[in-house]
């Protein structure tokens, strides 16, 4: 099992940012990559970045790319998602998820962050 905690949602205007953090905890020694998933009123549970947790490389949807970075923190368990330039559809609950090696669906959910950009 792994635990996940996202913090750093808010309110921001057009054009700012903001940073997300998850923290994993329980059995981080299986983590394959993590990634961040974001759900609108109304719509369905969308990709938008992923990072591997053993070389950090990263993947990212097309409407985020450019404007969102995701990193990590091993040694904290740790992964970011610096969101800048943000738009107001870039709001939504933002959820990190975690699948672990030798699965091919994240299969670990936090219970997500809101995030809200007025125009």
């Known amino acids: 099992q792994v635990q996940l905690v996202e913090s750093g949602g808010g309110l921001v205007q057009a054009g700012g940012s903001l940073r997300l953090s998850c923290a994993a905890s329980?059995?981080?020694?299986?983590?394959?990559?993590m990634g961040w998933f974001r759900q609108a009123p109304g719509k369905e549970r969308a990709f938008v970045t992923s990072?591997?947790?053993?070389?950090?490389?990263?993947s990212y949807g097309y409407s985020v790319k450019g404007r969102f970075t995701i990193s990590r923190d091993n040694a904290k368990n740790t992964v970011y998602l610096q969101m800048n330039s943000l738009k107001p559809e870039d709001t939504a609950v933002y959820y990190c998820?975690?699948?672990?090696?030798?699965?091919?669906?994240?299969?670990?959910w936090g219970p997500g962050t809101q995030v809200t950009v007025s125009s």
């Open positions: 998820a975690v699948r672990v090696r030798g699965e091919g669906r994240y299969a670990y």
């Open positions: 329980g059995r981080t020694f299986s983590i394959n990559d």
């Open positions: 990072i591997t947790w053993s070389d950090g490389s990263t």
